[in-house]
């Protein structure tokens, strides 16, 4: 069990990654991951670490305010006296938590020895141990340490310049500082970036800088040697949806953009992290998706290759490039419960007049926004009614599996096996055609659910066969040893002794009676 829960609207997981990274690395046991692939009863998963939890941390943002599952794990904690409210956004915070003072983490630099994070730690600290906050000694150390974060960014600038002085590079003059300094910081940004020397506070002042041309803007960024000039985007046509517009298209991209940009800025491989930042030059930006997207398709198993697609995903669409919809489509099946990936590709396909697709995927963010927030009834009807819209067997598939882990959770194992039937199936297909594509990658995780379904379903002899037909066609794994030597008694034939859990999901123990089932539940 974790000490510290951190509760969050499942829209932000990207912008929550840094702060559950952060304080790990500062020696806390954090419990934060709740958006990625559900399995069985996460609902339970969630609900045993959030009661366990000694200190509850609850990220205010737009989204979190709205949303009634952080306004009811908020409440607990409150009411517990373990709450521990941190804002990203400045918000109105809901009802009933505007006494208790939010530590402002709207101007986070995301280091993990940020002075935020230094206030964060004392009141963490005190919830773990059992004693009161001291509010007058914090209030203190916040005046002094905020203090710091206003001359700490401008020592920051003045170090980087004057190294940069120190080679003889540039001539300064009093009048064209300001001008210069901005320049200059980019300049050696993007060098440490190169060199893979960038820290996590870097990534995130560098992707602020680059975001603009990134995004479409005029403002030129362009990499040493270069001749870019400015280029601006023509605005696309007006498109409303019920659950999508340019607005709302806009803030997703760049909160999308930001936190795909600061973890590909740590990628070791030095044309991913070039190619990233290159996307920001008009003139050498196709090239550099291509360059990622060829990344992402040759290295399969690369654990940032969703971040990959997340990037050129939000720079393409924003450009209006087509691979720019190639890669949020590749994004839902690596990570179907981002609601951001669904509402950019609901505009991606309402700009090229795919109507129906547009509105149908629309209504998957909705549901899965449903789904996070734990209402499964409401998520399950809306993806069942979005599902025949949806013509793209990329996109079929990763509802078809959500609705079979609504249907699991639930305890119908008919109707999760013939969901995830129909999604392994579907990817299958997708794999023969494209074996490097995105679907190729998750087939163990949809084989494994599939098998575990028809066996709690007791159709065990089929789940058998399923699996021996797995392992021939694709060597999939036994999702456990208990089942493997039921499937070999069974079958009267061996099996591959292969036991390993697919990478998006692990085994779970049941505490209750029936320990001697297992829930599977997604990898933080």
């Known amino acids: 069990m974790a000490d510290v829960f951190i509760s969050y609207a499942s829209e932000d997981r990207n912008r929550v990654r840094p702060l559950a990274e952060a304080l790990q690395s500062r020696g806390f046991n954090v419990w934060w991951d709740r958006s990625l692939a559900a399995g069985h009863d996460y609902a339970a998963v969630i609900e045993r670490e959030l009661?366990?939890?000694?200190?509850?941390?609850?990220v205010w943002t737009q989204s979190a305010a709205a949303s009634t599952f952080v306004r009811d794990e908020a409440g607990r904690a409150r009411d517990d006296g373990r709450l521990v409210p941190v804002m990203l956004d400045r918000v109105d915070i809901p009802l009933g938590?505007?006494?208790?003072?939010?530590?402002?983490?709207?101007r986070w630099n995301g280091g993990a020895n940020a002075p935020q994070m230094?206030?964060?730690?004392?009141?963490?600290?005190?919830?773990?141990?059992?004693?009161?906050?001291?509010g007058g000694a914090i209030a203190r150390k916040r005046r002094r340490l905020m203090a710091r974060i206003r001359l700490v960014s401008v020592l920051t600038v003045i170090a980087l310049i004057i190294g940069i002085a120190a080679f003889g590079k540039y001539i300064f003059f009093p009048d064209q500082q300001a001008q210069v300094t901005q320049e200059d910081l980019r300049a050696e940004l993007l060098r440490l970036l190169a060199e893979g020397k960038l820290t996590p506070e870097q990534a995130i002042q560098l992707a602020q800088i680059l975001e603009s041309g990134a995004l479409g803007a005029t403002q030129e960024i362009a990499l040493e040697g270069s001749g870019a000039a400015p280029m601006a985007r023509s605005a696309p046509a007006d498109i409303e949806l019920a659950a999508v517009s340019e607005e709302q298209f806009d803030a997703t991209a760049r909160e999308t953009y930001r936190g795909a940009f600061a973890a590909l800025a740590a990628h070791p491989d030095a044309q991913v992290r070039l190619a990233a930042a290159q996307m920001s030059q008009p003139e050498a930006r196709q090239a550099a998706m291509q360059t990622l997207w060829t990344y992402a398709q040759n290295?399969?198993?690369?654990?940032?290759?969703?971040?990959?697609?997340?990037?050129c995903g939000s720079v393409g669409e924003a450009n209006d490039d087509p691979l720019g919809q190639r890669a949020l489509e590749a994004a839902t099946t690596l990570e179907p419960r981002n609601t951001d990936v669904w509402r950019m590709l609901s505009r991606s396909y309402a700009r090229?007049?795919?109507?129906e697709e547009a509105a149908a995927v629309a209504q998957v963010s909705e549901a899965v926004a449903a789904q996070n927030e734990g209402r499964e009834a409401e998520a399950e009807q809306q993806l069942q009614e979005a599902l025949p819209q949806l013509s793209a067997p990329q996109l079929r598939a990763p509802v078809a599996a959500e609705l079979g882990r609504?249907?699991?959770?639930?305890?119908?194992?008919?109707?999760a096996s013939a969901r995830f039937s129909e999604a392994y199936s579907t990817r299958e297909r997708i794999a023969a055609a494209a074996p490097n594509s995105a679907a190729a990658s998750v087939l163990d995780a949809d084989a494994q659910q599939l098998i575990i379904a028809l066996d709690r379903s007791g159709r065990t002899r089929e789940a058998c066969e399923r699996l021996r037909q797995a392992q021939e066609a694709h060597d999939i794994a036994a999702p456990d040893q208990e089942l493997l030597e039921r499937c070999q008694q069974l079958l009267r034939a061996p099996l591959r002794p292969r036991v390993e859990l697919a990478p998006r999901l692990r085994v779970q123990q049941q505490t209750a009676p029936d320990a001697a089932q297992r829930r599977v539940t997604p990898t933080p």
Do not use: C, H, M, W
Request: charged share 35%.
């Open 97 to 106: 938590f505007g006494a208790f003072q939010a530590e402002d983490f709207t």
């Open 352 to 355: 090229v007049n795919r109507s």
């Open 51 to 58: 009661r366990a939890a000694k200190a509850v941390i609850v």
């Open 118 to 134: 230094q206030i964060l730690e004392e009141a963490l600290k005190a919830k773990i141990e059992g004693r009161d906050v001291d």
């Open 299 to 311: 290295n399969p198993d690369d654990p940032l290759r969703d971040q990959i697609y997340l990037l």
């Open 406 to 415: 609504i249907a699991e959770a639930r305890g119908d194992y008919d109707a």
